[in-house]
């Protein structure tokens, strides 16, 4: 057993007068690099100088290939994934126009900036898009990708003075709008992606234009942004956003980065990166945790059910965002799930392969296996931030396995899924334990995916359902090298309602399992009913007396022993979920009535081999539990707070 700790150095600033010298030098260049900025297009995620670098790279691998797919997708829609059809959404003709003038930077053939004014003029003569009655997120993006195609473009022949004029003084107006008003139904919470989309849109806004922009404003927009950082992912920890996987892609991808980036360039002090501990690491989370099998890229997502991922720009934004030292683990990964070795789309969703061809560093950073690095697998362990705890095998294919488990220790924060304590299983060719989706469906009044959690109810998850937003808390943790490990959480009542509620969870990736993996489920309560487990209806299931077994759609299996209480009833199922994981609008569900107290184990087979024996021996007296749990030819040993593996024959 390993810990993985992360040294966090405080030292006291040097008064010496060479201190005083760097720190004048410092503030000389940083006016002087401020005044090049301010005089000249394009500013924000790059400057004049390199135009010709960025043309030369797009001459060699990887980019020439993400040049290749970007030129294959300028005229689809805003996912990447289909050709527009001439009907397209504002989203598309944003993203459309965004591809389009990021082209004609790279190539300088006007032919693709006018066809960037062409989808602009489409966008300005919606008048939706200014009016502080339309809907804030609407606003935002429009503004963001203004920014953007406005300083691309500019002085390109087809964008004339009149017309440039005129975008400058609507992206002023703009970024007044939204840092002023702000738009309708918008979600207040600092914590919520739309104040980062709100701050870092009417930034982007402002720093584009050619207007006189006061620096109070820009100084609010920066303060806002780091608010958010700081709600959302808390002062430490390994980055995980408190409202969900899905909403990293959306406001970091689309927004905030790209603020990031252009608050940097316009004053090196401003460091999104260092402002706020946690935000380095914040774009890991989308690597992390993801898995590819046989019907695209999927992870677990907590508060708000989104299994489905589009990177949006984070894939390639990672490399600005992270720690150098995680670069050669990203750039592994990121090569299997969509570079040469994956997908080959090189993220062509939204912000997608622009920010890929700006920002990965190509043949200058090794590929290195994340697995084989203790600074990525120290991150698994998120016990000073949201509270998630990662355990995966391997970043090597359809054979990696990804269990997660969320202690939820902020609380409710953005939204608000009930799902303290809750886990989630993805990868080996299979979605084993999931969400229910997100809100906005109701049955009997009940939102549908509070009923698709996979914990411990204390009543019928089909009943009146009465959820809170109680945090956790973390008893116990231990983090293998292999990525296998335990954790025990615990919450006074968890977001169902049940009191008293601890739960150990351990998994293995030991061979001696005689299975690809196993996922140990401890759960002790006041009053507890039943234990639930939700699959998605692509996944068949079958019950008999001893436990259940979920087949996949590529023959591989999870089989669920019940080792307590004995002689428990199982009851299966299939509901609705409250939003689609991908095209999959309903989830297969088991149920069993084990009281207060039950344990499970979890082994994950290949097609066609059977599952290894599973037993109890000992006691599992709450009170001091003292047991074993032998699995093929694995023993783990549960006692107090802690299942750990006893080293086999």
Known sequence: MIRYNRPISKTKPSRSREHLIVIMVHLFLSLFMNNLVLASHPRLLFGPDDVPVLREKITREPWA????????????????????????????????????????????????????REMIERRLADPGHMDKRGKGLTLYI?????????????????????????ISKKLKEHGDLIGFHGGSHQNRSLASNWQALRWSSAALCWMASDEAVEQKNLDVAWRNVNGYLRANLGQAGSGWNCEGLGYTFFPMGNGVVPFGIAMHRRDPSRDLRQAT??????????????????????????????????????????FWMCPPELHGELAWAYDRLVGAAGDQTWDSSRFGIVSSILFHPGDAVAKRDPMNS?????????????????????YLGPDDLAVQVF??????????????????????????????????????????????????????????????GERGSVVDHGLNDDGSGFVTLGAARNNVGTQNHTRSLAVSFDPALQAHAAVVVLDTSADGLVWQHCTLDTHDIKVDENGFTITGPTGNTLRGTVLHPANATIRTGRRERGSNAGDVTHNHWIAIDTGPNALVVLTLQRAGEAPPTVRLEGSLNPAKPDARIVIGRQTMRLQGTKIQPIEHP
């Open 65 to 116: 290939s993400m040049f290749k797919h970007l030129l294959a997708t300028l005229e689809f829609g805003h996912w990447g994934d289909k050709p527009a059809d001439g009907n397209e959404d504002d989203y598309s003709e944003l993203t459309i126009a965004h591809r389009n003038a990021f082209t004609y930077v790279l190539t300088g053939d006007d032919a693709y900036a006018k066809r960037a």
């Open 374 to 394: 203790n600074a990525w697998k120290q991150l698994f362990d998120d016990r000073h931030g949201n509270g998630m705890f990662l355990f995966r095998n391997a």
């Open 407 to 468: 202690a939820k220790l902020l609380g409710n924060r953005g939204h608000q899924g009930p799902d303290s304590l809750s886990y989630r299983i993805y990868g080996f060719d299979g979605m084993w334990g999931v969400g229910g989706g997100r809100y906005g469906k109701q049955d009997e009044g009940i939102e549908i995916y509070h009923r698709s959690q996979n914990t411990l109810y204390p009543i019928d998850p089909e009943g009146q359902l009465k959820t809170n």
């Open 142 to 166: 429009h503004g963001i990708y203004f920014a953007l195609v406005y300083d691309y473009c500019h002085g390109a022949p087809s964008w004339d003075k009149a017309f440039s004029d005129r």
């Open 277 to 318: 501990p946690a935000a380095p690491f914040t774009l890991w989370t989308v690597f992390a945790g993801t898995v590819r099998n046989r019907t695209g890229m999927w992870r677990a997502d907590f508060a708000d059910d989104n299994p489905g991922t589009r990177f949006e720009g984070t894939a390639g934004f990672a």
